[in-house]
């Protein structure tokens, strides 16, 4: 086989590979793995083939289309060079057995940066090489033919691709990945893989043509050939130059987490007291023994984390993408009342019992107690409260709460359902209305750098303005408590009805409600609010039904705009408090604010006045 032909066979082999390794949820992670393995090969093979172009490469003249084509290929290599190495760092199964560890975050942003990047490199490196193909299409033709007929068909056929391949570059969202706007690959799980290829050659048709075209176009510059040394050296200089840019540039955004709670860079100073804190601290506790406490380790590794369109109470946050999770430690628990008593010296809960978990406390309480614990522990903390501001050392191996990432990850044990035993739970596999109560913490097993600081204030101001009293009651309960609050509060009473009312059966009526959370049903209303622009606030009241909120209530929320307004919960329940209701508020009113909500067993006892009182100040509602 000649060379040239060699050549040609591996670099088409390089392009068939190319789109293939951008569908990694559609391969699976071992397969991808094993291309990418075999495109590093091929990669390989390619450069040795091509040897004399780096042998020439500080040889002869520069020319506009030279110095491009150049600084293309320095930036093409050093992107693959990237891509092969953080690949290798990741690695579940090809490179398991190197003794790497840690960089996982870093890891994944150049890998998820430099595949797009590659992708639009390689192309442009293609169409600027892409003349080869042509002078071997009319190597074949007899001179007969017409070739201004085929001539203008290609250059149709290149049209009809880029305008394609425009249209898929903006529905893949490749501006977000290029550039780092989204930290994880979402996947439409309704698209065909067949449209998902198309969409991804076509981009590459977009680019091949831009390069093609482009390179024809600066070959009419050759009169103004650069002899002078100084343009050789800008030449290595400014694909170097960018890299460097790059690579501060992505170490930088690795200090901040992908998730919402934890957005900006702490300052200079904070973060070098908890560097100088940590090696301290870690020289103290180098003699120290492995901590019993009891905690599971949870082997890290990749799955895919959101939901699917079809699932209920999905928002649009939820989007499916694969995260790797490294190895943490879980306690099998939740946080015990009597532990946290003994280590904060209250009980805030409203469940009393030593044995259950403690409730009833703050996200910042939470992590204060996760403080104490690793001090008693001879942990590192992995919190640092200053004013406003709370600062996650992501390098400590003191106690924390969980991501959300680590406990989708533990919950899901594998599964891709909504709860680990199919579509549902019920009271005889666990206590399903109190799964938001609990507290529990985890450690983690494998350093990880960078700190984060917290990006939501820990306080936060309502104005009420005026205030509108909505609720659903279907034995009373919830009726009674909307019309205490109206009492204290003097505000407007709106009842949320159906047209076709729930039986007043109490076995049926579970039967109905449950119904139509499976099939996310959205009863018809009976009544609807007048003006409803006229209220900041609204205080929504319902029962607890199945763990979250009555579907009439669903109706209500997402038949107005509730942007910018606040939305303060109040529900009765018989045990299981909120449930996830909270949580289904803030996906139907994702502009929303959702104050701070007040759970009222049955029908709230003797106690009731004083509880909604307070319950309304701490709202500031008067």
């Given at each position: 086989m000649k060379t040239a032909e060699l050549k040609r066979m591996v670099d088409v082999c390089l392009l068939v590979m190319l789109p293939v390794l951008m569908a990694e949820i559609l391969t699976g992670q071992e397969f991808h793995e094993w291309l990418g393995t075999a495109m590093a090969v091929v990669l390989l093979l390619?450069?040795?083939?091509?040897?004399?172009?780096?042998?020439?490469?500080?040889?002869?003249?520069?020319?506009?289309?030279?110095?491009?084509?150049?600084?293309?290929?320095l930036l093409l290599f050093a992107d693959m060079s990237v891509l092969i190495i953080s690949g290798i760092m990741m690695s579940g199964f090809v490179f398991e057995w190197l003794p790497v560890s840690g960089g996982m975050i870093l890891s994944r942003r150049l890998h998820l940066f430099a595949s797009h990047w590659g992708l639009i490199l390689m192309s442009l490196h293609t169409g600027m090489h892409w003349g080869m193909v042509v002078r071997l299409g009319t190597k074949f033709r007899k001179k007969s033919e017409s070739e201004d007929g085929l001539t203008w068909l290609a250059r149709g056929l290149a049209a009809a691709i880029s305008i394609f391949g425009i249209y898929a570059f903006i529905q893949q969202d490749m501006p977000d990945y290029l550039f780092l706007k989204t930290a994880f690959v979402f996947w439409d799980e309704t698209k065909p893989a067949a449209m998902f290829f198309l969409e991804t050659l076509s981009i590459m048709g977009l680019f091949i043509t831009a390069g093609y075209y482009g390179q024809k176009q600066m070959k009419g510059l050759k009169g103004i050939g650069m002899k002078h040394k100084t343009a050789k050296y800008l030449t290595f200089i400014i694909p170097i130059l960018v890299c460097i840019g790059v690579i501060f540039w992505l170490m930088r955004g690795n200090r901040m987490s992908p998730a919402g709670s934890w957005?900006?860079?702490?300052?200079?100073?904070?973060?070098e007291n908890l560097s100088q804190s940590v090696n301290q601290k870690q020289e103290e506790k180098e003699s120290q023994t492995e901590i019993n406490d009891g905690f599971v380790l949870i082997s890290g590794g990749t799955f895919l984390m959101g939901s699917p369109k079809s699932e209920a109470w999905r928002g649009d946050d939820e989007q499916q993408h694969t995260v790797t999770v490294s190895d943490f430690y879980m306690s099998p628990y939740e946080v015990a009342q009597e532990d946290y008593e003994a280590l904060t010296g209250n009980n805030p809960s409203s469940f009393e019992g030593s044995k259950l978990p403690v409730d009833s406390i703050s996200w910042v309480d939470a992590i204060t107690y996760c403080n104490l614990m690793s001090e008693q522990a001879g942990l590192i903390p992995a919190y640092q409260i200053d004013g406003n501001e709370i600062f996650w050392n992501r390098s400590a191996d003191g106690y924390r709460l969980p991501t959300e990432a680590e406990w989708e990850y533990a919950c899901r044990a594998g599964t891709t359902t909504p709860f680990h035993t199919e579509d549902s739970i019920s009271s005889e596999e666990c206590n399903c209305g109190v799964y938001n109560v609990g507290v529990r913490l985890v450690r983690g097993a494998v350093p990880e750098g960078g700190v984060l600081v917290s990006g939501r204030s820990m306080q936060k101001e309502t104005n009420a303005g005026r205030v509108l009293i909505a609720y659903f009651s279907w034995g009373g309960n919830t009726r009674g408590i909307?019309?205490?609050i109206a009492v204290q509060t003097g505000a407007d009473l709106f009842e949320i009805t159906c047209v076709e009312s729930y039986s007043r059966d109490y076995n049926t009526v579970l039967e109905?409600?449950?119904r139509d959370q499976n099939a996310q049903a959205r009863p018809k209303l009976a009544d609807q609010v007048e003006n409803m622009e006229q209220y900041d606030t609204i205080l929504l009241g319902y029962p607890n039904w199945w763990a979250s909120i009555p579907m009439p209530v669903a109706s209500f929320l997402e038949e107005y705009d509730f942007k910018g307004k606040t939305i303060i919960p109040f529900c009765s329940h018989g045990g299981g408090r909120f449930g996830q209701s909270l949580t289904v508020i803030a996906k139907l009113t994702p502009d929303a604010m959702i104050g701070e909500g007040l759970a009222v067993s049955y029908s709230g006892g003797s106690s009731l006045s004083s509880d909604v009182s307070t319950w309304l100040e701490d709202n500031k509602v008067k």
């Open positions: 390619h450069h040795l083939l091509n040897i004399n172009w780096l042998k020439n490469i500080g040889k002869g003249n520069y020319t506009p289309l030279r110095s491009l084509g150049t600084v293309m290929n957005e900006a860079m702490p300052p200079v100073e904070a973060e909307a019309k205490e109905e409600a449950q």
